[in-house]
Every structure is written in C-alpha cells, then in structure tokens.
T-cell receptor, first 118, second 110 residues
Framework: NAGVTQTPKFQVLKTGQSMTLQCAQD?????MSWYRQDPGMGLRLIHY???????DQGEVPNGYNVSRSTTEDFPLRLLSAAPSQTSVYFC?????????????????FGSGTRLTVV | GENVEQHPSTLSVQEGDSAVIKCTYS??????FPWYKQELGKRPQLIID?????GEKKDQRIAVTLNKTAKHFSLHITETQPEDSAVYFC?????????FGTGTRLTIIP
C-alpha cells in the first residue's frame, strides 16, 4: 500500500491563479479530509468527506472547493489563489467503523503540499 | 464547534526525565482523542489515541489520560530520548471533525 499520496509536494502560484491539489489513497478508506497548517496555529480542517459523493465544510472552507467522485481520490481546488492561502496542506484518511469498535483507527496523513502564493 | 487548547507551547526536558503535555476541549460530545507527533518537515504521525469510554491508555513509554468530567486529556512520555524531540499535537473528534491544538515543541536536552 502506498498509503495517502499527495501531489505536488511544492507549488508556487501567482495571486488569482487556480490549481488543484491532488490526494489519493489506496486503503479503501471512506473518510478523507483536507487540513492546512500554519505556524503557531496547528492544523485546521478545510473540507472533509465521509464517502464518495459526500463532502462537507470544515473550519476554514472559504476559497476552497472539493469533490469526491471516487473512494480513492479527494482533490482540493483553489479557484483564485490569494497570499493568505500560503500554507502547508495535508490530506488525511481513515477507515470507517464505529468509534468504540475494534476496526477504528486514527487518521493517516499524506506527506503534504507546500504552497506559496505570491 | 469544538475548541482545543494545548499547553505548554514549548517544553524542554533533560534526557531520561518525563514530559507532560496537557489539552482541554470544550464540547463534552467529543469522543476520540488522538495525539500526533510531527518532526520538522514531515507529516503528523499518530502515536497514541484514547476513546471516551477509557480513562487511561499506555504504550511502552507513552501514556494518555482522559478526564471527561474536567474535559481535559494529557500525554505522558517517560524516560525521554533525543528522538522524542518534535512537535506534538493533541486533537478532539466531534462527529467527523477533528480539531487540533496548536502544538507543543518538545526539546530533549542530552
């Protein structure tokens, strides 16, 4: 298993440009999330999905779109990049299961995408 | 929504001593509390977690305690080693949303 794969690892955008951060997992995980990490602020949830075709907003969704057409892929789209979106972006996934059941595990994170908007 | 506070923001301990990091959460409905370790430039990695039906969990030198009444949980690392130096994050899960603390930079002094 490759786990959670994010591409690209680094990206520089100009203000107003659009791009898609890719996230794929090969563990058949139902749950996937996108986080951004900024210095001194921990990780903040942008969007999440509990299965193919189902997405919802997290703590900081403005400026980002997501879709989940397959179980494996959960891309994050920046429609018009702004300097405030300069950050490290992490995708994470976990298998489904009840919180107190034996098959419940924490989120596995991808290696991240470092995005700079100039 | 959930709010997680984490203290201290930095912690230095002598090698071999113990380290304790504390977190509080705001919503009593949160039911899962993981701890992540993040080394410089790397991804967060789950090191231990605890569910709300358990008060304590231990894995070798690492332990986590949960006090649901007070809504706080703590990470305990005993016999610290240089490789324990990293940033540690606590988190609380409410429904499908995982809210993180702001992190503790732990430095182990040889």
């Amino acid at each position: 298993n490759a786990g959670v794969t994010q591409t690209p690892k680094f990206q520089v955008l100009k203000t107003g440009q659009s791009m898609t951060l890719q996230c794929a997992q090969d563990m058949n995980h139902e749950y996937m999330s996108w986080y951004r990490q900024d210095p001194g602020m921990g990780l903040r949830l942008i969007h999440y999905s509990v299965g193919a075709g189902i997405t919802d907003q997290g703590e900081v969704p403005n400026g980002y779109n997501v879709s989940r057409s397959t179980t494996e892929d959960f891309p994050l789209r920046l429609l018009s990049a702004a300097p405030s979106q300069t950050s490290v972006y992490f995708c994470a996934s976990r298998e489904s299961g009840t919180i107190f059941g034996p098959a419940y595990y924490g989120y596995t994170f991808g290696s991240g995408t470092r995005l700079t908007v100039v | 929504g959930e709010n997680v506070e984490q203290h201290p923001s930095t912690l230095s301990v002598q090698e071999g001593d113990s380290a304790v990091i504390k977190c509080t959460y705001s919503d009593s409905a949160s039911n899962y509390f993981p701890w992540y370790k993040q080394e410089l430039g790397k991804r967060p990695q789950l090191i231990i977690d605890i569910r709300s039906n358990v008060g304590e969990k231990k894995d070798q030198r690492i332990a986590v305690t949960l006090n649901k009444t007070a809504k706080h949980f703590s990470l305990h690392i005993t016999e610290t080693q240089p490789e324990d130096s990293a940033v540690y994050f606590c988190a609380a899960k409410l429904n499908e949303k995982l809210t993180f603390g702001t992190g503790t930079r732990l430095t182990i002094i040889p």
